[in-house]
């Protein structure tokens, strides 16, 4: 056990030279785990020697993988644009310097620069949205799946509300209707089969406790073959007979029409205010392609109501999602498309994809097989289910690589790509201009 002697003592140990210019706290922290760990196994005789400089180079590496930052940029090669678990939609720089503008110094956040008095959170951004939609007010919360909560929180506590069966769905990350509706205090008054509801299953359901004839985006799914459900049009015309409100959760909600036909079956957020409905919701980073928030639109009376609810204090936005919103939103207004990233991907050329796909072949063809082919891709985010829209990716192979090898070396570079027919795919739906030349770096890089 003369080894136990020789192990260094603490207070020496930290004033190493190796360790000028960090946090005395966490080198001393890290460095009493290290020693600790290192007194173990002598004990357990599993070292006979002990190497001060190798202790000091342990710790500097996990100081330096403790104050590594977690969150990380990469590069989405998967060609699915509203990605979320590659943070949804991206935000364009210019609103982002508004937002740091606005955030880094004190602003009319509730400020009513007129009369000198407390002002509105929220009315940032209702003039920009009722110019948009036409709506009579809105509100803004923290994500989408708050707006639904919020809603039936609001108006349907211990009180029914109907669903189509059909649209009893669950959203990635669990978001489950039948669970958020029972958290919020509504009554689920499921109507309909899987496949089919008509409007007499909603007619016939409706009774005096009845609060709501709910409309939710199925997102994920769709049911094909022999199935139907109610166009929204007749359930905000049956709510406004009977005195109930007619709501639809849209998901994503997209504020223009889309390319490639999508919008015969995805009706915008335009169209469906043509029906003038009480209540929409959807989220401000699926479609829509701004942050994370969710967006309540509809009558003045019923956003009164939901202003007074205690709930929208704990499910309330700050200045920086408000200012991006707003930003985007004038975006729509001023018809500047361009700076919605999501939008400008979207409606990319086939042409340009090829074009740049053409690029990155030549900068790597002598360094892997690269070919470049059509292809298709999702939108993602539940926004158009199961609709593909087309592509053009470049494959990639490598001597004898399984794809599975590649995606990996290519994902420790944070290199998103997929794999399709047993090859590794990247689709330039996703892939930004600028990011060709990088990409061509991690390819050179990984198989070298
Ligand atoms: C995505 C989605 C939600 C949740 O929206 P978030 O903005 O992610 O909170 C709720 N309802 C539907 C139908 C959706 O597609």
Known sequence: MILLKSIPKIDKFINNKAFDGFSKELITKISKKIIENLRKDILENKIDSINEDILVFQVIEDYNNLIEPSLQTLINATGIIVHTNLGRSLINKKSLEKAIQIATSYNNLEYDLIEGKRGERY????????????????????????????????????????????????IGGSFRVPEVMAQSGAILKEIGTTNKTHLADYENAIN???????????????????????????????????????YYDMGSGHMIDLPFNLSQKEPSILEIMKYKPSLLSFSGDKLL??????????????ISKIKKNQLLRMLRVDKITLSILE?????????????????????????????????????IDTICTAQVLET???????????RKIPSFGVTISYKDFKPNKIEKLFRQNNLICRIENEKVLLDFRTIQENEIEQIAKIITKVFN
């Open 123 to 170: 009315s940032h951004i209702v003039k920009t949205l009722q110019n948009l939609t036409g709506c009579e007010d809105a509100i803004v919360v923290n994500n989408n799946a708050s707006a639904v909560f919020l809603i039936l929180n609001t108006f349907t506590k211990n009180k029914e509300v109907l669903v189509s069966r059909g649209e009893l769905v669950e």
């Open 289 to 302: 392609g701004s942050v994370q928030a969710g967006i309540i639109i509809g009558k003045k009376e019923l």
């Open 376 to 386: 298709q891709t999702l939108i993602g985010g539940g926004t158009t289910p199961n």
């Open 208 to 246: 005096e406790n009845t609060s709501m004839l709910m409309k939710v985006h199925k997102s994920n799914y769709s049911i094909e073959g022999f199935s139907s459900d109610v166009d929204f049009e007749d359930i905000v015309k049956t709510a406004q007979q009977n005195s109930v409100i007619d």
């Open 327 to 363: 930003d985007n939103l004038n975006s729509y207004l001023k018809n500047d498309l361009d700076d919605i990233p999501t939008l400008k991907m979207l409606f990319t050329s086939l042409e340009t994809l090829e074009n740049r796909a053409n690029s990155l072949k030549e900068k």
